[in-house]
C-alpha cells in the first residue's frame, strides 16, 4: 500500500471563509510547524518566539540578550519589570534609529504587557510597534455595531481606516477595535476606543454585551502576530450614525450580513480584522453548518490556543535537555 | 538562576470555570501529553488513538488489526467503507459477549461515521458505545431553549436525564441534546432531537440560531471522547414547556443564569454537556473579562483543535520515520 495520508484532506475543497483563516493563520499553520524560530525567554519563562533575522540584530547587544541555538533569554541579571522594560527599550530605540525593521518606523510611545498568558503578572512591557519583533501575545477590544434594520435584516457597521494610518491604512475594518494598552482593562478600553472612534455614548454603549474572543497568529513581513481580540456586540437604534473623533477613521458605512461578506473575502479588509467579523456572523448564524461544510474548523481556526503555546513550547525545550534561562 | 519556569503561572488561581474546563479537557491536558496512546490508521490516515488497555485486546485480532509499537492499523485488506465496518463489528459484538468494556454494554445498534476532520469522507462506520475505545472524533446537536423572562431576566430550560439512561443517568443536561448518526445531517438531527426531546414544534423551531460548535477532549473509565458539538439557540415564549416524547428525560426546569452557573459546577450535571453552557454563558455576556480573569483560556478550551489534531500527529508518525499503513 503506498503512502497516501492525506488523501482524504483533499477530498473536500476548502471553502473561502477556510481559506481566510488560514491567511489570518498564516503563522500559526506554517512558521510555528517549521520550528524555526527561537524562543524568546524572560525569566525563566517562555514569553515569546524571535525570527532569524531578529536574532542576528539581537545577538549584538550581548549584555541584554543572551543568544542560543533554540532560545534567546533576556538577561536574568534584570531584576524587576521595570529594570526589563528600560534595557529592551533602549535597544529598540537605537535599532529604529538604524532603521533596521519597518515595525519600528511606527513606534507609538505607548506598551503592552510582556506576559506567557493573559492572567500571569506581566514581566516587563515594551512599545507596541515592537512586540511583533519577539512574537508576544498581542490583546485588544473589538465592538461590533449592528442593526436589525426593519428592512434590511441585520446589517453591520464597518469603518474604513484613514489613509495615513501607520497599518492597513485605507483598509476596511471593524466598527472599533483598540489594543489594549498598559494599565487599560478590557471594559474601559471597549468605553475609550467606543468614544474616541464612533462616538459611542455611555447611553447607547448600556447595551454592551460581551461574547467571547478570538484568537489567530499571524505573520506578515512586519513580523509576528500571535492575537487575542476580546469581542463585544453593541445593537444600535437604527438612526445612530458613528462619527470619528480621533482622525483614525476615513468613513463609517452600514452594511448588511451578505455584503459584509464580501468585504471581508476582498482584499480591501485589514486580515487581521476578519477573525471577529467572522465570529459575529458564526453567531449569529450567517455562517452555518449548511453552507460552510468545514464549519468545525472554521470554529477551530477564530480560537486557536495561544494561551498554551508557550507553556508548550516551554516544556518541549525542557525534554529536549536544554536549559531555558542561562 | 534555579529553573523557575512554571513559577508565573502560580500567580493566578483557576476559576471554577477553568477548573470545569480542566475536566471536560482531562485528555486533552493530561492523557495527550503523554503520548502512551497508539494512533489508530485507517487506510493510511490516522482517525483516532487507543489506548494500552484496548490495544491488548485488538492484537487478539490480527487478521484484522495490525498492532506495531505506535500504532494500530486497520488491515488494509478491508477494500471499502462496508468491508472495514463489516469486519471491526463482528470484533466488536464479539467483545461485548465477553464482557471486556464497560462501554459496550451500552450496544446503541446506531452508528458514527469515522473519519480525520469532519468534512473528510468517511472510511467506516461504528457503533456509537464503541467510538470511545477508538478515540474517534463523535459529533452531537445541542440546543439552548432560553427565554428572556419579564422579571428573572435570561432563563435557560435544562433536563434531568432519565435514571434508567446507560449513560450518566439522572444527571442535570442541556435542554437537548444528541448524537449525530449516520445518515443524519446537523439541521435534520436538531429537528428531530428538537421533537423528540422536548416537543419543539415547527413553528416554535423558526427562531432556531446556529451560533457555532464547541469542542474538546474528555476521558472517563469508559474510554475516550474528543468531542464537536454543533450549537444552536432558541429562544422561546415565557409560556412554552418542553415535554418528552421518548422517556429519556426525567424532568425539565427552567433556570436563572445564575442557578445554571450554581448547577454545571455542582457534580449532578453531566460534564461533557458543561462546554455548550459555558459557551452560552460566554456568548451571552454572563460570564464575561470582568468576572473572569483567565477568560481568553476558558475560551480557548472550548474550542480545541480537533480538526487538526490526528492530522499532526499523522505529521509526527513520519517525522520519527514510522510507516503509517503497513
Same mark, same amino acid.
Given at each position: 500500500?503506498?503512502?497516501?495520508?492525506?488523501?482524504?484532506?483533499?477530498?473536500?475543497?476548502?471553502?473561502?471563509?477556510?481559506?481566510?483563516?488560514?491567511?489570518?493563520?498564516?503563522?500559526?499553520?506554517?512558521?510555528?510547524?517549521?520550528?524555526?524560530?527561537?524562543?524568546?525567554?524572560?525569566?525563566?519563562?517562555?514569553?515569546?518566539?524571535?525570527?532569524?533575522?531578529?536574532?542576528?540584530?539581537?545577538?549584538?547587544?550581548?549584555?541584554?540578550?543572551?543568544?542560543?541555538?533554540?532560545?534567546?533569554?533576556?538577561?536574568?541579571?534584570?531584576?524587576?519589570?521595570? &529594570?526589563?522594560?528600560?534595557?529592551?527599550?533602549?535597544?529598540?530605540?537605537?535599532?529604529?534609529?538604524?532603521?533596521?525593521?519597518?515595525?519600528?518606523?511606527?513606534?507609538?510611545?505607548?506598551?503592552?504587557?510582556?506576559?506567557?498568558?493573559?492572567?500571569?503578572?506581566?514581566?516587563?512591557?515594551?512599545?507596541?510597534?515592537?512586540?511583533?519583533?519577539?512574537?508576544?501575545?498581542?490583546?485588544?477590544?473589538?465592538?461590533?455595531?449592528?442593526?436589525?434594520? $426593519?428592512?434590511?435584516?441585520?446589517?453591520?457597521?464597518?469603518?474604513?481606516?484613514?489613509?495615513?494610518?501607520?497599518?492597513?491604512?485605507?483598509?476596511?475594518?471593524?466598527?472599533?477595535?483598540?489594543?489594549?494598552?498598559?494599565?487599560?482593562?478590557?471594559?474601559?478600553?471597549?468605553?475609550?476606543?467606543?468614544? +474616541?472612534?464612533?462616538?459611542?455614548?455611555?447611553?447607547?454603549?448600556?447595551?454592551?454585551?460581551?461574547?467571547?474572543?478570538?484568537?489567530?497568529?499571524?505573520?506578515?513581513?512586519?513580523?509576528?502576530?500571535?492575537?487575542? +481580540?476580546?469581542?463585544?456586540?453593541?445593537?444600535?437604534?437604527?438612526?445612530?450614525?458613528?462619527?470619528?473623533?480621533?482622525? +483614525?477613521?476615513?468613513?463609517? &458605512?452600514?452594511?448588511?450580513?451578505?455584503?459584509?461578506?464580501?468585504?471581508?473575502?476582498?482584499?480591501?479588509?485589514?486580515?487581521?480584522?476578519?477573525?471577529?467579523?467572522?465570529?459575529?456572523?458564526?453567531?449569529?448564524?450567517?455562517?452555518?453548518?449548511?453552507? &460552510? $461544510?468545514?464549519?468545525?474548523?472554521?470554529?477551530?481556526?477564530?480560537?486557536?490556543?495561544?494561551?498554551?503555546?508557550?507553556?508548550?513550547?516551554?516544556?518541549?525545550?525542557?525534554?529536549?535537555?536544554?536549559?531555558?534561562?542561562?
Amino acid at each position: 500500500m503506498n503512502d497516501s495520508s492525506t488523501h482524504a484532506h483533499h477530498h473536500c475543497t476548502m471553502s473561502k471563509f477556510l481559506k481566510l483563516a488560514h491567511k489570518f493563520n498564516s503563522f500559526y499553520l506554517n512558521g510555528l510547524q517549521k520550528k524555526e524560530c527561537r524562543a524568546f525567554i524572560v525569566d525563566g519563562i517562555q514569553v515569546g518566539l524571535v525570527q532569524a533575522t531578529v536574532t542576528i540584530e539581537l545577538s549584538r547587544y550581548p549584555n541584554v540578550f543572551i543568544v542560543n541555538p533554540n532560545s534567546v533569554t533576556l538577561n536574568p541579571a534584570f531584576r524587576d519589570y521595570d &529594570e526589563r522594560s528600560a534595557n529592551i527599550e533602549s535597544v529598540l530605540k537605537e535599532m529604529k534609529e538604524k532603521k533596521l525593521f519597518i515595525t519600528l518606523k511606527g513606534w507609538r510611545d505607548e506598551c503592552y504587557e510582556v506576559r506567557t498568558m493573559f492572567a500571569d503578572q506581566p514581566l516587563l512591557k515594551m512599545d507596541r510597534s515592537a512586540t511583533c519583533l519577539f512574537g508576544i501575545c498581542n490583546y485588544g477590544v473589538d465592538i461590533n455595531g449592528y442593526v436589525n434594520h $426593519p428592512q434590511k435584516g441585520l446589517c453591520i457597521w464597518l469603518q474604513q481606516r484613514s489613509l495615513t494610518k501607520q497599518t492597513w491604512p485605507g483598509k476596511w475594518d471593524n466598527m472599533v477595535a483598540g489594543g489594549l494598552s498598559v494599565g487599560n482593562s478590557v471594559i474601559h478600553t471597549a468605553h475609550k476606543e467606543g468614544e +474616541e472612534e464612533a462616538s459611542l455614548t455611555a447611553d447607547l454603549m448600556k447595551n454592551l454585551q460581551s461574547a467571547g474572543t478570538v484568537s489567530f497568529f499571524y505573520e506578515s513581513e512586519r513580523g509576528l502576530f500571535p492575537d487575542t +481580540e476580546f469581542v463585544f456586540d453593541l445593537e444600535l437604534p437604527p438612526d445612530f450614525v458613528p462619527r470619528n473623533q480621533d482622525n +483614525e477613521v476615513e468613513k463609517f &458605512e452600514l452594511v448588511t450580513a451578505s455584503e459584509t461578506v464580501n468585504r471581508i473575502l476582498s482584499p480591501d479588509f485589514k486580515t487581521t480584522s476578519c477573525p471577529v467579523i467572522i465570529d459575529f456572523l458564526i453567531r449569529h448564524g450567517i455562517i452555518n453548518p449548511e453552507n &460552510e $461544510p468545514r464549519f468545525p474548523e472554521l470554529v477551530e481556526l477564530l480560537h486557536v490556543p495561544l494561551q498554551s503555546l508557550y507553556k508548550k513550547c516551554d516544556e518541549m525545550l525542557t525534554e529536549n535537555g536544554l536549559s531555558k534561562a542561562q
